[in-house]
Nanobody, 125 residues
């Protein structure tokens, strides 16, 4: 069964960096679409970035372009999100959902069947 577990969250100062990791079990990272979404208090869940193995596409939401980088680590079977130049508005719970339906668009939350518990990221001085 496909499962995902997020890790790496914590407190970071504005301008700082943090690396989140999404451990995938049950399937290879090449067999699923993986996304990073986030939800801030009082706000709706929004897409941050995602990988689509079928066509090799990588998606970044506009507000993280140039600051965040998504990558897959086949040795660890993880999909990581390197976050640089953090801003206060990046504070949120970050989730990495997955789906075996790789034909789906990876930027839509309805494309995913499996969600983890999330990891809290707080940007504060």
């Amino acid at each position: 069964q496909l499962q995902v577990v997020e890790s790496g969250g914590g407190l970071v100062q504005p301008g700082g960096s943090l690396r989140l990791s999404c451990e995938v079990s049950g399937f290879s990272v090449d067999e699923v679409i993986i996304g990073w979404f986030r939800q801030a208090p009082g706000k709706e869940r929004e897409a941050v970035s995602c990988l689509s193995p079928d066509d090799g596409q990588i998606f970044y939401e506009t507000f993280v372009k140039g600051r965040f980088t998504i990558s897959s680590d086949h040795a660890r079977n993880t999909v990581d999100l390197q976050m640089n130049n953090r801003k206060h508005e990046d504070t949120a719970v970050y989730y990495c959902p997955a789906s075996r339906s790789t034909y789906r668009h990876c930027a839509y939350h309805v494309s995913y069947d499996y969600w983890g518990q999330g990891t809290q990221v707080t940007v504060s001085s």
